[in-house]
């Protein structure tokens, strides 16, 4: 398994203000995601991160809106850009380890 | 593409009866099949896997059985307790090694 941190647990931003999550894993991984739970739903992955190369983002999510950076095999980045009243969710970073992903303990985003 | 149905909720029981949550899947290839438990407030916790067909994973009073022949993988408890009480997600990883989730599934036991 991996301990993931992830910074900040919970925060309240004004619109139009941008967020910086910090993902970080007690242990090298390659592949780290990000995932967006927003109130009441299911998780909707946002962007695979592998180190040493570009982010791969799903459909409906850009890099301009949520850029990643991933300078290392056991840091990560996600930034919620411009944000609106919709982007109020919870925000978690897992890691693949042994064929399976763990995660972390989210940051809980509330966007007025 | 890859997809996960799982039981509507929210589900409620009293403490000592037992639990199923129905999962089915659709994939291609031969995926491998999870259920996490958020808690209240919480992140995702890992509660058993299966990596192949047949396979039985298992946490914590908790069982799962992988079904090829139905596309099933359906949670099961003999007694839950209150503290079971949390949000569980059924989810398979495909070749891309991503994941991808059930609705969830609320349940609430009562003491």
């Known amino acids: 398994s991996a301990v993931i941190s992830q910074k900040p647990s919970r925060d309240i931003c004004q619109r139009g203000t941008s967020l910086t999550i910090q993902c970080q894993v007690d242990?090298?991984?390659?592949?780290m995601f990000w995932y967006r739970q927003q109130p009441g739903q299911s998780l909707t992955l946002i962007a695979t991160?592998?180190?040493?190369?570009?982010?791969?983002?799903e459909s409906g999510f850009v890099i301009d809106k949520f850029p990643i950076s991933r300078p290392n095999l056991t840091f990560s980045t996600l930034t919620v850009s411009n944000m609106s009243p919709e982007d109020s969710s919870i925000y978690l970073c897992?890691?693949?380890?042994?064929?399976?992903?763990?995660f972390g303990p989210g940051t809980r985003l509330l966007v007025l | 593409g890859n997809s996960v149905t799982q039981m509507e909720g929210p589900v409620t029981l009293s403490e000592e009866a037992f639990l199923t949550i129905n999962c089915t899947y659709t994939?291609?290839?031969?995926?491998?099949l999870f259920w996490y438990v958020q808690y209240p407030g919480e992140g995702l916790q890992l509660l058993l896997k299966a990596t192949k067909a047949d396979d039985k994973g298992s946490n914590k009073g908790f069982e799962a059985t992988y079904r090829k022949e139905t596309t099933s993988f359906h949670l099961e408890k003999g007694s839950v307790q209150v503290s079971d009480s949390a949000v569980y997600f059924c989810a398979l990883t495909g070749s891309a090694r991503q994941l991808t989730f059930g609705s969830g599934t609320q349940l609430t036991v009562l003491p």
């Open positions: 242990s090298q991984v390659t592949m």
């Open positions: 994939a291609t290839g031969y995926p491998s």
């Open positions: 897992s890691v693949e380890t042994g064929e399976t992903q763990y």
């Open positions: 991160a592998n180190q040493g190369s570009e982010a791969t983002y």
